[in-house]
């Protein structure tokens, strides 16, 4: 048990504080053999990088990786893989002014109801900054799950501005700063999150995934059930407040037959005329896309003043002033693809090592 | 890590099928001294138990517990209880014709896929019959939880007929056969889900969750987050395909202001203007209501025939006979709730080791 | 986390008390599609089954255990295997004068010290009774690790008698009551243990373990060596105090030339010249033959009075009269053997998830 | 399940090469609001420096440990904790010649035999270089066992030199380069390790720990036992080949009287006429002190050559010429009482979880 680490075979640990000199993890369990240097991470950290638009923080961070071990010659080795990323925009100043105060929507009160006392740097180590390290585990997760395996995420909200999943175009989600499939729906987030973001205030979102090429046999029944695994996996971002797996909560509203997703065999394999169980039956993968979606709440820095309390108890008013995203579920796309990926490389190894296949 | 076991201090292993002679669980971790018979678990499985409703299977199941081991004199000893339930309405009969086809929506197919055999004795151990275990694991741990600690639920929504939130009482929920806390939603639901029976369907639900009285404290960051682990473990339910904490996929579009629960305080106490948090930030409990929904499915098991493949790959139509939960949200109602308690048990044990609070 | 489970892919957890209804185990992880019925385990209880020879304790338990879940038609389904055994022979009364005192060398009082309470009846949780359910699991492991690795034990010493390592006959090891491999030293035994019996008093042993077959690679750095998971597995077996891989305590008088172990090929495989290593390098199996040895204190039940105190802290003599075995190694033979098969199962899931082979 | 964690609530993952840029590890699950900063970890650390005599290595590492999170203003903050170690004196050219040949006695054929590669640069992930992040992450577990419990270790054997343990004086152990407890026996080993050093043979050694002051209720039933799990921890340190609790394996020979420890109560405590058992009764301390013993094999790097294979099966004879401890139990030495702190945190942790005490 830990409670920073997650996963069983494919296993990350994570440490590290948003103002300390460095953020970092462990991935242990990877298979030897397989090609690995930083530049297989590299590509995902930037994805996931602020300040590459208006839309994110302008918090200059470079988020360059260093592995420190676990690999020889290029290869990982089996041993622990050790990933390091310096913190190199620490404006601690940034943050005096709140370190006798709770934020609301933070976690500031629950750190300190739960241990006593806390980093107030930055948020420490609830900052969403810890997050890289997700991004980083995930693109190792990527080379365990192989070529045939693609795992992509998109953005499908912003405050109320849903797309229209009629024009998805997974072509289009690097060619907007929202990783958002829909071309049509680019000007209204646009337009919408600038108005936000001159007020002073903050959207949430909805994003989805999907992982294709996955292999049908992965999860466990009952406590390892892999939509399980994932749902914890996406829950426990920052942030998030809801997970939907397939048709998620529109499949309360079904009947049983709409629900169905039929059988049948084409060309001596098993495919389904649906998807409503996006992926995954009794907790096991079908062979089927796996799908899933999770909300973002807003970004809880906002400018306007809310009322709270300071650490000796007496009534304060906070309004957040530092660098913050205006919708942090913009990049969160990159956080949930990493989960994902990890989620299923773990799974990978532990359906290899009970059944042998 | 075992794919049968879940909680980590406060830790339940299950096993058994839903057609071997008994299923059965151990709980392992409860703290010694805790007054524990038959009599503080049985009232929590006869809530679960079938054949109480036309609404519900009529297969009977008495559902009786024993506790084998784990306790002396009527109080735990600190070492592991282990629950067994007597099967003793296992009609095989009732299953003979689906042994060679994959049922659509149930893990027939994936279990299959995945150990490459499976027992077809009604769902073997797939079938909902295992949430009996969950159940008197949950009453266990609404023990060590305390009387200071209330965990309820209720079901909010069938199929698209949804309560009104505007009516809720809690002292309803138990004169009802669906766990309504809604009155004026009964006859509404009773109507609905006659005619689905009627026809052969089936229909989906959401359940709402509650714990009031949960010390603050409670979680971990950043991979034991409580309400992660909440999300995991309702997720794991079989047929739940949608996991919200406080305000969930709603919170996408609230904006800043509105989505920050303000902190005031009162008497001395922390408290906040509102709960769209769910009572947990940055994954550690506030001290306010612990607040989760979860969507199920609608059964798979529907007389109208679907489209499906038998184990040798043929063609095949599936219409499901036997004797079925036309909603199988409602006795999804006390398996939540036991969910709910297990994990907020296996948090404040957690909490208390590294705390000592 | 579990402080009554071991194993990680091949995960055994048990529960149980020695005068309980039953004790029982739940093995999960277990590969699918093995042949196993409960006479594939019964031939290895009956060898720990006490009251065979005039050398153990005279309680007469069946021990006959019962699979409740786990299997479909003979084969193991790779859902968790549930294990039985009930108690036949609870003489209570024989332990009630010790429920207020606690027996010198038991773990009367520190369960007491830990919990608060203990069930004082045939030792509760404590008793060498709950090795069964280890010798069960082992015979589940057997099946797992395949007919082409053999797990043997043999008893080495009782008391200061140790055999002549010169005459070992493994076959010697099934026709006597002490699994002695050397029948001179059998007499020897037999006259000792007689005295150590009429006189009331016990005698420890030592117990060696050996599995052939072990494939390479089974192990892993840093804390799951192979070596050092199977010290903490025989280790805590009841009553053990020591344990040796390989050469042991007497590595620590060897030369670094004595004790390097050459290496050559023959034939096309790797082959060494000696075994000082017990199989086990840098926590890995080499592919020769695993050794172990660990030893048994004497029993602690004897005749003799022993100065201790009653619950309530007054001084108080302590004699047990009861049926206990004069030298518990004996019984710890197949324990052993069985814990040994357990960490090698577990092992070899655990390599074949990391790296596939 | 990880390979390279160890422990549960007080939980230990390491990462790391000889040769890599550095090694490091994260102590998870500390308490928070403990003092701690790199100068509570360096002093141990320094026990273990190579170099410091001329009976280690003269291999020149300033093992400097930086903590790179989970502290603030000088305070543990309940977050994970960062050690990380620059390796600064790493000669690859010294292992050049070793990288196509398995050093006998090494891991550097296992870890072939299990990953198909290996970092061959100073045995890479096998190197005893790890247990300076065992050493630092014990020095955390002493801050929560706090200062009421002493952990401590002494050397007591080099080859086949036993001290007199008529004359322990724990105030010896820091005044001489062997941790030795008995000044008589000083001079004895310097001559006896010169002779070996000149021979360029190597020897083993046996080390004693003992913590005192450590409260009664730590450790748990069945397999959860604090000395099994001691066992486990010891016996994964490099090199170690047996360990022994209280009497160890001499308690094979002891008869049933002489092994059981009188109980009384004194000043109102419960005291124990001796300590036989180690401080443990059925897996759980007793308040006496925990004594433990262990072998560490003798040095494999040796200038003698010894028989081997290439990686490409061809005959080879292998003498290692780098800098090399030629009694690697001495440096042991402080890596036992490091495992031992940190196996009596991990159980302080899970007692007070579990029981509340």
């Known amino acids: 048990m830990s409670h920073n680490s997650f996963g069983h075979l494919f296993r990350v640990t994570s440490w590290g504080e948003s103002h300390g000199p460095s953020i970092g993890g462990v991935v242990d369990g990877c298979p030897p053999g397989l090609p690995l240097t930083e530049a297989d991470i590299q590509p995902f950290l930037d994805r996931r990088r602020p300040g590459q638009s208006r839309f994110t923080t302008q918090r200059q961070e470079a988020d360059a990786v260093r592995i420190l ?29 709140i370190a006798d105060r709770y934020r609301p929507g933070h976690a500031d009160v629950t750190y300190e109801l739960k241990y006593g006392l806390r980093d107030p740097r930055g948020g ?12 980083a585990a995930g693109a190792v997760a990527r080379l365990v799950l192989g070529a045939a395996v693609q795992v992509r995420g998109a953005l499908v909200q912003i405050g109320p501005h849903a797309i229209d999943l009629a024009r998805w175009d997974w072509g289009e989600v690097t060619r907007n700063p929202f990783f958002c499939p829909d071309p049509g729906t680019v000007p209204v987030w646009e337009e919408y999150l600038d108005r936000v973001r001159k007020n002073g205030s903050s959207a949430g979102a909805i994003i989805a995934l999907q992982a294709d090429g996955v292999p049908p046999g992965l999860g466990a029944p009952l406590y390892g059930k892999l939509d399980a695994d994932l749902a914890g996996a996406l829950m426990g971002i920052n942030a998030v407040k809801g997970v939907e797996i397939g048709a998620g909560f529109a499949a309360a509203s079904l009947s049983g037959e709409e ?22 039956l009794g907790g096991i993968s079908t062979g089927q896309p796996i799908t899933a979606r999770f909300a973002v709440k807003p970004t809880s820095s906002i ?25 942090v579920g913009i990049r969160a796309v990159p956080v949930g693809e990493a989960m994902l990926a990890c989620v299923l490389a773990d799974h990978l190894l532990r359906h290899r090592g009970q059944t042998g296949r």
Chains 1, 2, 3, 4 share one sequence.
């Open 69 to 97: 071990s676990g690999t020889y010659e290029g290869l990982t080795t089996g041993t622990p893989i050790s990933l390091l990323i310096e913190n190199t925009d620490q404006r601690s100043r940034d943050y005096g002014a």
């Open 124 to 135: 420490g180590r609830s900052s969403a900054r810890e997050t890289a390290i997700r991004v």
């Open 259 to 280: 629900n169905a997703d039929p059988m049948s065999m084409q060309d001596g394999h098993l495919v389904f005329g649906s998807n409503q169980a996006g992926g995954v």
């Open 303 to 327: 400018l306007t003043p809310v009322a709270s309390v300071t650490r000796s108890g007496e009534a304060a008013s906070v309004a957040t002033k530092g660098r913050h995203d205006p919708c």
